[in-house]
């Protein structure tokens, strides 16, 4: 079992920067592909981006400017980068890992991921 932490979330204005990070409590030998979710107050959970094991990356048109999903595999740790940030953005902010047999695979489903951390909050002020 795979439990994930993600830390990095916070109060900033609108315009401004945070990264958030994600990390399994244990470190762990599996091989996942990660996904960043958000979910706002009364909306649906919300697709961000993804990153497969080899670091192909896929983002929903609307944030793709924005936002940069990273990794960095010997320290197990995923990285959202999120840029001009704005009002709408606040949510709170979910990782997601499954573990995969393919390098390249990469998902945008929130269904298809078995692993999840608890969020983190994101709220962007005007």
């Known amino acids: 079992q795979v439990q994930l932490v993600e830390s990095g979330g916070g109060l900033v204005p609108a315009g401004g920067s945070l990264i958030l990070s994600c990390a399994p409590s244990?470190?762990?030998?599996?091989?996942?592909?990660v996904g960043w979710f958000r979910q706002a107050p009364g909306k649906e959970r919300e697709f961000v981006a993804a990153?497969?094991?080899?670091?192909?990356?896929y983002y929903p048109s609307s944030l793709r400017d924005r936002f940069t999903i990273s990794r960095d595999n010997a320290e197990n740790t995923a990285y959202l980068q999120m840029n001009s940030l704005k009002p709408e953005d606040t949510a709170v902010y979910y990782c997601a890992a499954v573990k995969i047999g393919n390098n390249y695979y990469i998902e945008r489903s929130p269904d298809k991921y078995q692993y999840w951390g608890q969020g983190t909050q994101v709220t962007v002020s005007l």
């Open positions: 244990e470190r762990t030998a599996s091989r996942i592909a």
């Open positions: 990153i497969s094991w080899s670091g192909g990356t």
